[in-house]
């Protein structure tokens, strides 16, 4: 079938996990075989780390490398990713079902003002008695 890569045997007393003799050579294959492609390009490696960290929000991923967060994908720098940012369909996707932003508001209406006005009185400065008193003489 294929070439054996590991051989090992089940512990009984460690509730049958494997164990493996890790002095014997190990293969030296990397799980990111962008990295070992002498053809690709930094735009192609962008591409890749992006899909292989689930496809993050560019900023969150700028942010991880600028700090020094990612460091399993050699020739992808802060730098790197700014200059070939990738524009994935599965970022979008993933981000269709949250809530749009400011679409409601948190305050509540402010009550109507009591009208000062009685609905029989449209005078708006009505004068005092002592006014009209003073009038009529």
Same mark, same amino acid.
């Given at each position: 079938?294929?070439?054996?890569? /590991? ?23 990397? @799980? ?18 992006? @899909? @292989? ?8 991923? =700028?942010?991880? /490398?600028? &700090?020094? #967060? ?12 700014? &200059? #070939?940012?990738?524009?994935?369909? @599965? ?12 679409? &409601? ?7 109507? /003002? ?16 002592? =006014?009209?008193?003073? &009038? =009529? =003489?």
């Amino acid at each position: 079938m294929g070439d054996t890569i /590991l051989t090992g045997s089940r512990n009984p007393n460690t509730n049958q996990l494997w164990e493996i003799d890790l002095e014997s050579p190990q293969p030296q294959e990397h @799980a990111n075989f962008m990295a070992t492609t002498p053809t690709a390009t930094p735009a192609d490696l962008v591409a890749f780390a992006h @899909a @292989a960290l689930f496809s993050p929000v560019p900023s969150t991923l =700028q942010k991880a /490398l600028q &700090k020094g #967060y990612i460091t399993s994908f050699p020739g992808l720098t802060s730098d790197t990713f700014a &200059k #070939y940012t990738p524009h994935s369909l @599965a970022t979008a996707k993933g981000h269709m079902d949250q809530q749009r932003q400011g679409i &409601k508001s948190t305050k509540t209406e402010a009550a109507p /003002l009591p009208l000062l006005l009685e609905p029989d009185n449209d005078d708006l400065f009505p004068e005092h008695e002592e =006014q009209r008193d003073i &009038k =009529q =003489q």
